[in-house]
């Protein structure tokens, strides 16, 4: 994998060609330093990935044909509460580092932040540049989509039907022994430090989550959702031990 990756969306790349803005050209040009002709790999955001040259002038890159990355074995969701200073900033990084695909920030009863709509969608710009820098360096071809900040109910009436939604809170079951849920698609819901009220763990078993555990310990709510969205790979997606034979 190159070192030297650079996220161009498809409105972006046409005729073999990717058109570069202020930023790509500054990155490409004062920050690495590159020269023209330099080879780099240029990802859509979507799952495709180009080897490209850098042409002369800086304004444009030359394509090769795009590889389309293989899908993950499952969809993990993460939706978890507001929290305050660069908790949500580090949840997001990591959870684009360890697979997301769908990072969704909610307004808890106890969320210490609350965010009026233009203050939450210009935080949710934020966050994105994060999971697209974050994609970047892990050597995604996709970038996981981070949604404005909204309600619980908003954000748990998202979920796709068939996904397997667990909210994870104390008292809950060790995921080990909860059974696989059906389909391909499995979400994490994270409360704020103070936890989820009863009515919202209601909300969410309402939407069909089970309540599970992440152990004996007290975690921070960033640490939580780290957590949770690698087990989810551990237990569905690609963090998966292979089975003997090479066979799942």
């Known amino acids: 994998m190159s070192a030297r990756r650079l996220h161009l969306p498809p409105a972006r790349i046409a005729g073999g060609r990717g058109l570069l803005g202020e930023e790509a050209r500054h990155y490409?040009?004062?920050?690495?330093?590159?020269?023209?002709?330099?080879?780099?790999?240029?990802?859509?955001?979507?799952?495709?990935?180009?080897?490209?040259?850098?042409?002369?002038?800086?304004?444009?890159?030359?394509?090769?044909?795009?590889?389309e990355d293989p899908p993950a074995p499952a969809a993990i969701w993460l939706l978890l509460a507001l929290a305050r200073g660069e908790k949500l900033d580090l949840a997001v990084q990591k959870a684009t580092e360890l697979g997301a695909v769908r990072i969704a920030p909610f307004s808890a009863e106890r969320s210490v932040v609350r965010l009026e709509p233009a203050k939450g969608e210009e935080r949710a710009r934020r966050w994105r540049r994060i999971a697209e820098e974050a994609a970047r360096q892990c050597g995604r071809s996709d970038v996981p989509e981070?949604?404005?900040?909204?309600?619980?109910?908003?954000?748990?009436?998202?979920?796709?039907?068939?996904?397997?939604?667990?909210?994870?809170?104390?008292g809950g079951a060790p995921l080990s022994e909860l059974p696989a849920a059906p389909g391909r698609g499995h979400a994490a819901v994270i409360g704020p430090e103070g936890g989820l009220t009863d009515a919202e763990l209601l909300a969410c078993e309402r939407a069909?989550?089970?309540?599970?555990?992440?152990?004996?310990?007290?975690?921070?709510?960033?640490?939580?959702?780290?957590?949770?969205?690698?087990?989810?790979?551990a237990r569905f997606g690609d963090l998966r031990e292979p089975a003997p034979g090479g066979r799942e």
């Open 146 to 170: 981070v949604a404005a900040p909204a309600t619980l109910e908003d954000a748990l009436g998202s979920l796709p039907p068939g996904f397997g939604a667990l909210v994870f809170h104390p």
């Open 208 to 233: 069909g989550a089970r309540r599970a555990s992440l152990g004996p310990r007290v975690l921070r709510a960033e640490t939580a959702a780290i957590v949770a969205v690698a087990l989810l790979q």
């Open 28 to 67: 490409l040009r004062d920050v690495l330093r590159l020269p023209a002709g330099a080879a780099l790999e240029v990802f859509d955001g979507e799952g495709g990935a180009y080897a490209a040259e850098l042409l002369p002038g800086f304004e444009a890159v030359a394509l090769g044909p795009r590889r």
